[in-house]
């Protein structure tokens, strides 16, 4: 597609189960970013991949959230044992690689409420 | 914690005048970024500001950065009420280029 996709839009769960969250970046795009937005509040860095590998993720809240990315494309930011705390809007974004200079391309964000 | 800090946190005007959005931050930056926000979902980028470039300016939008002081601003100018949007600042430390910080925004209301 033209540009970032995240799937689902929307998720609700139940407190203590387990969700994946995907993002398909741009084709094309080395370097992928998540983020969390609570509602009326900024963006908080979760964690960061250049290729596969994830050279900072300094922002995981905690233990139960994991990410991956495979083949350079794809990648999947899970949370283990949902909390209620963790209810925000998940964004994705990627960008190319320029030195420094790359600005970002969002997706619309999965909306997770939980329950 | 963020590395930006926006004010003002909210801001109300009437079409067609301009509006102006203060970001600070702590560390050396390599370049900050202004994006835009429509709905709460995704964002936009709006305008890239160098580090060792002072001023910038894309159609209505004007940003002025100040390393002396660690802050930025945004000018729109001539506003509409599309403009409408929450605005973030983002920086990306002249020590690591692969994260950006973002600000947690300035929600601008034009008023037809």
């Known amino acids: 597609g033209a540009g970032v996709s995240q799937s689902p839009s929307n998720k609700v769960t139940e407190k203590g189960k387990d969700v994946e969250l995907r993002c398909d970046p741009i084709?094309?795009?080395?370097?992928l970013y998540w983020y969390r937005q609570s509602l009326g509040q900024g963006l908080e860095f979760l964690i960061y991949?250049?290729?596969?590998?994830?050279?900072?993720k300094s922002g995981l809240p905690s233990d139960r959230f994991s990410a991956e990315r495979t083949g350079g494309s794809v990648s999947t930011l899970t949370i283990q044992r949902t909390q209620q705390e963790d209810s925000a809007v998940y964004l994705c974004a990627s960008s190319l690689s320029q030195g420094g200079m790359e600005k970002l391309f969002f997706g619309s964000g999965t909306q997770l409420s939980v329950l | 914690s963020q590395q930006g800090e926006e004010d003002p946190q909210a801001l109300s005007i009437q079409e067609g005048e301009n509006a102006t959005m203060n970001c600070s931050y702590k560390t050396s930056i390599n370049n900050l970024q202004w994006y835009r926000q429509n709905s709460g979902r995704g964002l936009v980028h709006l305008i890239l500001?160098?580090?060792?470039?002072r001023e910038k300016h894309s159609g209505r939008l004007r940003v002025t950065l100040d390393t002396s002081k660690k802050s930025s601003s945004l000018l729109i100018t001539a506003s509409r009420a599309a403009d409408t949007a929450s605005y973030f600042c983002?920086?990306?430390?002249?020590?690591?280029?692969?994260?950006?910080?973002f600000g947690q925004g300035t929600t601008l209301q034009v008023k037809p």
């Open positions: 983002a920086t990306r430390g002249s020590s690591n280029t692969g994260k950006l910080i």
């Open positions: 084709s094309g795009h080395t370097a």
């Open positions: 500001i160098r580090s060792n470039e």
């Open positions: 991949f250049q290729g596969n590998s994830a050279p900072d």
